[in-house]
């Protein structure tokens, strides 16, 4: 009997941590640049000296979803989208080189030029800082210029490069702070080939009706396995009453 809940509950942890992953897609689905992440199941199974004891699951992410998503005009000069499969170098609150494809780009109080989440820019020699209050726009291959207003007549600026890296050859991993990173530390090459959109964002990859049908279904698996608990406990039942009988 012990050898079904415990197949029944390594199944409703799984479906719990699918529950999650594809929470987690469906909360991001208007993210710009959000990739979602892949889910997997594993069976695993404890093998006997003549046949398998217990056979149980083993869900989690597995990594995520690097299809690129629909382009969106927005018109907002600080918007950007990437070309291509190219991934955004930003520095994130610990220090790391991570990467994005989330382009929505403001200045914060500081100076730093940063997107939406919060993840400060990186050009060749480090984050890109910008004057305060000068307007900032934005050259095809990345380069960032600024401009005094209180001094029309002076051209822009350039203020660096933005840092459009390769993911090609090389292993890139999504975590849960949803920045991508490269697979056993290092960082990615630059690509001098890369382009940007200037007003325009990448939407997130995520289905949002295929992740809602994906929801229900591990909403459902956990619910058959709790079923699985319950017959074991009404066999349990009927098998002491027997017992008793004798």
Do not use: C
Request: proline share 6%; net charge negative.
């Amino acid at each position: 009997m012990d050898r079904m809940i415990y197949t029944a509950l390594s199944g409703m942890d799984a479906a719990m941590n699918r529950q999650r992953a594809v929470a987690s897609n469906l909360a991001n689905a208007s993210t710009p640049g959000f990739r979602a992440e892949t889910f997997a199941t594993t069976p695993s199974h404890m093998r006997g000296d003549t046949f398998d004891v217990r056979g149980f699951a083993q869900g989690a992410v597995r990594g995520a979803d690097l299809s690129p998503g629909v382009l969106t005009q927005t018109g907002r000069s600080l918007d950007i989208a990437v070309h291509g499969e190219a991934l955004i170098a930003f520095q994130n609150a610990a220090g790391e080189e991570v990467y994005s494809r989330r382009g929505d780009l403001s200045v914060d109080p500081a100076g730093l030029l940063t997107n939406g989440e919060g993840l400060q820019v990186l050009g060749a020699n480090g984050p890109i800082t910008v004057p305060p209050g000068w307007e900032v726009s934005f050259g095809t291959d990345g380069t960032v210029l600024a401009a005094d207003p209180a001094a029309p007549d002076v051209p822009p600026q350039e203020l660096g490069r933005i840092r459009l890296t390769s993911p090609e050859g090389s292993q890139v991993h999504k975590d849960l702070d949803n920045q991508l990173r490269v697979v056993g530390g290092g960082v990615l090459p630059e690509d001098p080939t890369a382009e940007i959109t200037v007003g325009a964002l990448e939407a997130s990859n995520v289905d949002s009706a295929g992740t809602l049908v994906e929801m229900i279904e591990a909403q459902r698996s956990f619910e058959r396995r709790m079923q699985m608990i319950a017959t074991a406990e009404q066999l349990d039942q009927a098998s002491s009453r027997l017992m008793s009988i004798r």
